[in-house]
């Protein structure tokens, strides 16, 4: 921990009111520089200083995420998936170090990448899902299904826990980076992922589906499986599902600053909130 890490600590812990108002009012002065610091702080042994340290940086380093996901949805190109995953978590939980955690995706990538070239009689795709499941363990959340973290990447990468959607998104962030084509499928009640023409359940250990099983997927619903279930959606269609998604377990949670958030950030890409 650096001096000026200490130093925070210290005057964070001050029993005097005033003292920790002053301090938080020059760290705001202060902007993003002391971000790092803050960060550190988040994961002190006093719940009174991870506790402050929390606030300022939503202060500082959420509501500049917050600002730039409200751009993004805002304009008309098409978005990034990747990046408006980062910045819903960034200005939801600001003490994240996104890029550290692409540096984890990126160490992923290059060890599928490794592991094609040293296994040559094995498909991509059971690379991909030998390595992420097989190794690192990801799988569906079905035990705490409605956790708000199961739609949170970087929770998601750190549990090795998700929904079918987010689990699905890690695939393909981390595919893309080995040279793999991985599109979402965006079925009705429980979305899926496809390799060329082989579609798969990240949230079931990346088992492999057939067009039966799909079908079966929509049957519980009473929804009849069309071609255009199965078609590629837009980047668009999957950040308002994840965002309904994050909003509903807000909801469940009686979290409503966050949910409040979320629902604005889904009403600007839906058009019903400018």
């Not at 005097?16 to 702080?41: A, C, I, W």
């Amino acid at each position: 921990m650096s001096s000026q890490c200490d130093a925070l600590d210290r005057l964070f812990r001050d029993d005097d009111p005033e003292t920790v108002g002053l301090l938080k009012e020059q760290l705001l002065l202060n902007g993003e520089q002391v971000v790092p610091d803050l960060r550190n702080l988040v994961n002190a042994d006093s719940a009174i200083v991870a506790a402050h340290a929390q606030e300022v940086l939503h202060a500082i380093a959420g509501k500049k995420s917050a600002s730039d996901l409200e751009t993004l949805l805002k304009s008309e190109r098409e978005i990034s998936l990747e990046d408006a995953s980062w910045l819903v978590a960034a200005a939801l939980m600001p003490w994240i170090d996104q890029e550290e955690c692409r540096s984890i995706l990126d160490g992923w990538g290059r060890e599928v990448s490794l592991l094609l070239s040293a296994y040559g009689s094995q498909t991509p795709l059971e690379t991909l899902i030998d390595y992420l499941h097989g190794n690192l363990g990801f799988d569906g959340n079905a035990a705490d299904y409605y956790n708000h973290e199961n739609s949170l990447l970087p929770c998601v990468m750190e549990n090795r826990l998700g929904l079918p959607l987010t689990l699905t998104l890690l695939y393909i962030f981390v595919a893309s980076r080995a040279g793999i084509s991985i599109h979402g499928v965006n079925l009705p009640g429980h979305f899926i992922a496809r390799c060329g023409g082989t579609y798969f359940d990240p949230f079931h250990s990346g088992r492999i589906l057939s067009l039966a099983d799909c079908a079966d997927i929509l049957a519980r619903q009473q929804i009849e499986l069309t071609d255009e279930h199965l078609e590629d959606p837009g980047s668009r269609e999957v950040i308002a599902r994840m965002l309904a998604n994050l909003s509903h377990a807000y909801g469940v949670e009686e979290s409503t600053w966050q949910k409040r958030m979320v629902d604005r950030w889904l009403g600007i890409l839906t058009g019903a909130e400018s």
